[in-house]
C-alpha cells in the first residue's frame, strides 16, 4: 500500500435488517423501511449512501477549492434517488448494467463562494472527477444529474 492510500473500514454486527456499525470511534445505525422487511427505527442504508454523496461532494469541493484559490461558504443539499424496488423487493432481473441500483439520483447544490463564474464552472467539474463517491455514482450507468447553483459569500443559502 502506497503512502496515498488511505483505509477506511467499518464494522457491523446486527439481526433482521438493522445494523449497528462502527468506523473507528463513530457508532451509527441503519434499519429499513417496514415494506422492506424492517422497523424503520434508523435510516435505510439507501439514506446514507445519497447522504455520503452529498457529503463527499463538499469534501471535495472544500479541497478543490483550495487548489483553486476561491473561498466557499454555506451549503444546501437536495439529493434524490429514485429507486425502482422490483429487484430489490421482488426479485426481478432488472437492467443489465444495473441491477438494484437506483434508475436516477440528482444532486442540487447550492454554496456561498468567491468564484467567478469560470472557476465555478471549473470548482464543479473538477468536484465530479475527483469525488469517489460521485464516482461510485457515474460509474454505476445511473442516470446522474449534477446541479450546482453560486451564491454570494454571507448569503443565507
Not at 18 to 28: S, Y
Request: aromatic share 8%; proline share 4%.
Amino acid at each position: 500500500m502506497t503512502s496515498t492510500v488511505v483505509p477506511f473500514e467499518v464494522h457491523a454486527e446486527g439481526s433482521g435488517v438493522a445494523q449497528t456499525l462502527t468506523a473507528g470511534r463513530h457508532v451509527f445505525h441503519t434499519d429499513a423501511y417496514p415494506a422492506f422487511g424492517g422497523a424503520d427505527t434508523a435510516p435505510s442504508p439507501l439514506f446514507y449512501a445519497l447522504g455520503a454523496l452529498s457529503s463527499c461532494n463538499q469534501v471535495t469541493a472544500s479541497l478543490v477549492a483550495k487548489d483553486l484559490g476561491i473561498t466557499l461558504g454555506n451549503w444546501t443539499f437536495e439529493v434524490r434517488g429514485d429507486l425502482d424496488t422490483r429487484v430489490l423487493v421482488g426479485g426481478a432481473e432488472g437492467h443489465p448494467d444495473r441491477g438494484a441500483n437506483f434508475d436516477r439520483v440528482e444532486v442540487r447544490a447550492t454554496v456561498e463562494t468567491d468564484a467567478t463564474e469560470e472557476q465555478f464552472a471549473q470548482l464543479v467539474s473538477e468536484t465530479e472527477r475527483r469525488c469517489p463517491v460521485t464516482q461510485l455514482f457515474l460509474r454505476s450507468g445511473l442516470d446522474y444529474s449534477n446541479q450546482w447553483t453560486r451564491s454570494p459569500l454571507g448569503a443565507a443559502v
